[in-house]
Nanobody, 115 residues
Framework: QVRLVDSGGGLVQAGGSLRLSCVAS????????MGWYRQAPGKQRELVAT???????NYADSVKGRFTISRDNAKNTVFLLMNNLKPEDTAVYSC?????????WGQGTQVTVSS
């Protein structure tokens, strides 16, 4: 069974930084995609960034130049470094792992950016 545990959220002032982490455990295939999504109150969940097992990345336009996704394949961990945070970045951030047709999710971590 696959389990994802994400962490690193918190309260930060606008312009500040946070680093989220997500550790996957269980039967993890070598080739997979990992990513971060977020959901703000009253809004649909949206993609933030994704990264393939060979390091190819994709970002939402709203976070390009401010957020950086990375991963440590040996530790089945994905990171999201968030710089220059804005109040509109406030949301619950969840990591996911895609292996073939299976998708797994972390429990989510709250990020709150004050103005």
């Amino acid at each position: 069974q696959v389990r994802l545990v994400d962490s690193g959220g918190g309260l930060v002032q606008a312009g500040g930084s946070l680093r989220l982490s997500c550790v996957a455990s269980g039967s993890i295939f070598r080739f997979n995609n990992m990513g971060w999504y977020r959901q703000a109150p009253g809004k649909q969940r949206e993609l933030v960034a994704t990264i393939t097992s060979d390091g190819s990345t994709n970002y939402a336009d709203s976070v390009k130049g401010r957020f950086t996704i990375s991963r440590d394949n040996a530790k089945n961990t994905v990171f999201l470094l968030m710089n220059n945070l804005k109040p509109e970045d406030t949301a619950v951030y969840s990591c996911n792992l895609v292996m073939g047709f299976r998708i797994y999710w972390g429990q989510g971590t709250q990020v709150t950016v004050s103005s």
